[in-house]
């Protein structure tokens, strides 16, 4: 989308992401285009929770996400590996406690 009044440059893409009234995590709903914060919320509500979906919106800026590559997966991860004593394996948990 480019912005008329700007001279034609385009607007970033923002990442939106929703916490919905019975969740406790919010969940990356899709992306869209906006020349700031303030219009790239707007613009999420009015995209996303037009069927009042959520209770909180994050906008986080594409271009300021760092995501790790799938390909390095192994290298990365590899490290937690040894170390087995953060599983819950080797603790008993009494019956009364719920979700873990």
Not at 1 to 19: K, N, T
Not at 70 to 77: E, M, N, Q, V, Y
Request: hydrophobic residues 35%.
């Amino acid at each position: 989308m480019s912005d008329a009044a700007g001279g034609g440059q385009d607007w970033p893409l923002w990442e939106v992401f929703i916490r919905s009234k019975g969740g406790m995590a919010h969940r990356h709903v899709g992306s869209v285009h906006a020349p700031d914060p303030k219009l790239a919320l707007a613009h999420a509500r009015d995209t996303y929770t037009r069927r009042q979906e959520g209770v909180s919106l994050w906008i986080v800026k594409s271009d300021q996400i760092i995501a790790s590559d799938p390909a390095d997966s192994g290298p990365l991860f590899e490290p937690a590996e040894d170390k087995v004593y953060r599983h819950p394996t080797f603790y008993d948990i009494p019956d009364v406690v719920k979700h873990i």
